[in-house]
């Protein structure tokens, strides 16, 4: 059994104590050819740390524990699109936006109730299967209670020393969870494995926050962007047959990671109402009148309170077809690659960003979650 997998690629992979680990092939072409050049460049900087379910357990920060079960929310999701469907009744009655109502509590805070242990305890094997981490906010005791509990049989000196020497972000990969996951489908370990990989490359990709700066994974809507985001960045490097199973697979994870597809559907900059009013209207009244009364009439349909995914949705579809400056810039971009962009701005100016902004957010969560879970 080969103790580090020094491969034929300039990629740092140590084996931390994981027995099936030694299955765990990072030889393959098909690995790489996938990868685009964001994600090579995240690959190639990252070591990868092979991990037991133990040691995964250990290393999984407490605040990440949660899931929501998508079988569970269903109803209260189902409750949310009757009452913005009556809203969207009464807007036509309505003169100014609605604003919430007294004691009205707001979808993320009701979801809050569902993350109990229950969720993570039915999640955590297809969700602890893979960890981006910053190492440099552990201390040394905490290191060594990891590599405690790695099997000596396969854990070497070089993978120890690398793993207590470094402090810049790392992957881990729980391989016994991996061969699990495969084996529950009936599919190739080598699949779950890159799909997990990917993925974690996806964090690593949208990892802008600054030192300090507060954490919105630690919201539910914050979740439910990053998980989906990370999904949508892993299922991009699939075609066909394997793209399906990668579809299955993400079947089985918890409804923060569904709204891969829906992160397609619309740009999250249109939620941002204020900035469609500000600049876009402007300039679209100097370029199309037909157009302008679409766009007019979508964005007096936002001010009046009306559901903002559904209105974003058909203004992407509308801007799509529009041949004009402001699309034709990204529109060789994928709608899900431009929100990534948007989110890892985002997360870089998260102290600065304004109430609008969040909601924005907020919104983008909201539709992924329900379209994820539909
Ligand atoms: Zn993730």
Redesign the pocket.
């Known amino acids: 059994m080969r103790k580090r997998k020094t491969v034929g690629v300039p990629v740092q992979v140590y084996n931390l104590g994981s027995p099936a680990g030694a299955q765990m092939d990072f030889e393959r072409d098909e690995l790489w050819s996938r990868m685009d050049a964001e994600m090579g460049k995240k690959a190639v900087s990252l070591p990868v740390f092979l991990v037991n379910p133990n040691q995964m357990n250990m290393l999984y920060p407490r605040e990440y524990r949660r899931a929501l079960d998508p079988e569970r929310i269903r109803p209260l999701l189902q409750e949310e699109v009757e009452r913005e469907a009556r809203e969207r009744d009464r807007e036509g009655e309505l003169e100014t936006r609605r604003e919430p109502q007294e004691g009205e509590q707001d979808l993320f805070d009701r979801l809050k109730r569902y993350e109990e242990e229950e969720g993570w305890l039915k999640y955590s094997r297809v969700v602890a299967v893979?960890l981006y981490l910053r190492l440099g906010q552990h201390n040394q005791q905490f290191q060594d209670q990891v590599l405690q509990l790695g099997d000596p049989n396969v854990r070497t000196a070089e993978a120890e020393n690398a793993f207590l020497n470094h402090q810049l972000p790392t992957i881990f990969l729980c391989c016994e969870r991996i061969v699990n996951w495969a084996s529950r489908l009936g599919i190739s370990h080598h699949l779950v494995m890159d799909k997990v990989y990917y993925?974690?490359l996806g964090?690593a990709i949208m990892d802008t926050l600054p030192d300090g700066a507060p954490n919105p994974y630690l919201e539910s809507w914050g979740r439910i962007v990053e998980?989906s985001l990370?999904n949508a960045v892993a299922f991009r490097c699939f075609r066909g047959r394997e793209a399906l199973w990668v579809q299955r697979l993400i079947q089985d994870q918890p409804a923060e990671y569904r709204g891969y597809a829906a992160a397609g559907q619309l740009l999250v900059s249109l939620l941002d109402v204020k900035f469609l009013r500000d600049w876009f209207r402007e300039w679209l009244h100097e370029y199309d009148l037909y157009w302008w009364h679409r766009i007019e009439y979508a964005l007096a349909r936002l001010e009046r309170g009306a559901w903002h995914p559904e209105v974003a949705r058909a203004l992407t579809e509308v801007l799509r077809n529009l041949p004009m400056p402001l699309t034709q810039i990204r529109s060789h971009e994928r709608i899900d690659s431009q929100n990534i962009t948007e989110w890892r701005r985002f997360k870089r100016r998260i102290a600065r960003a304004e109430p609008w902004i969040h909601q924005a957010w907020k919104d983008f969560a909201k539709h992924l979650l329900i379209e994820g879970v539909s």
């Open positions: 893979g993925h974690e964090h998980e990370a």
